[in-house]
């Protein structure tokens, strides 16, 4: 476990080495213990904002052969309090099938019905509508948040361009759309265009970060945000202004 003693102006670094050495090598747990964590910090995502994931391999009790299982905050609840009975475990091969059968966007509420067919996890909590959004990644951890600093930077006139003036080629873009199986297309894509970025920008919406563990994860998406809160106060201290005015209102749909 790193000893980090990097130091955040603008977020809460709350990672303690101790408490996560505890937890051992459980994922679910140190994913828990993420989630709890970066809710902690309401500057990081709002009350009942984002969510989060991580996978493991598990024992198929149908075949008795190892499957790969993400497990994501269910429907509801808030990431600051997340814990087992808050989740759901999914096979992400059968998520990644569902691509097989989506009929686009007029397809979206049926194939909320269908994660439902997805589970591993007999006590799941029910699936979210951001699951697709999350499986259909091929990342270990991700982060989804709803920073203030990057609901700024999402909800600018020319949030692509600042998202590229921020991070350069290491942060994908997303234009804003209603959360579904289409976006976790949409995301799929931008990551296939953009291979080897950081994380996705949600235009009007919010933020996607992802990393190899817990840990990694956390720093990514800790390291996101202070850089989108210190260009937001180098461009107030030059303009007295944020960006071009605000385009529309940011995204924050309440339990997902
Ligand atoms: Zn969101």
Redesign the pocket.
Known sequence: MENNTKTFKYVDYLWDDQKALSLGDNQVDLFLYRSNILGADLRITNYG??NTSCRTIEKDPLTNEDVEVMWIKGSGGDIGTLNRSGIAGIYTNRLRDLKNVYGGLEDEDRMVGLFNHCIYDLDSKAPSI?TPLHGLLPFAHID?L?PDALIAVAAAKDSEQVTKEIWGDTMGWVPWQR?GFDLGLQIEKCLEDNPGIRGIVLGS??LFTWGDTSYECYMNSLEVIEMASEFIEKKIKEKGSVFGGQKMKA?QKKS?
Request: charge should be negative.
């Open positions: 904002g984002g951001d989804h709803h959360p919406h919010g995204y997902v």
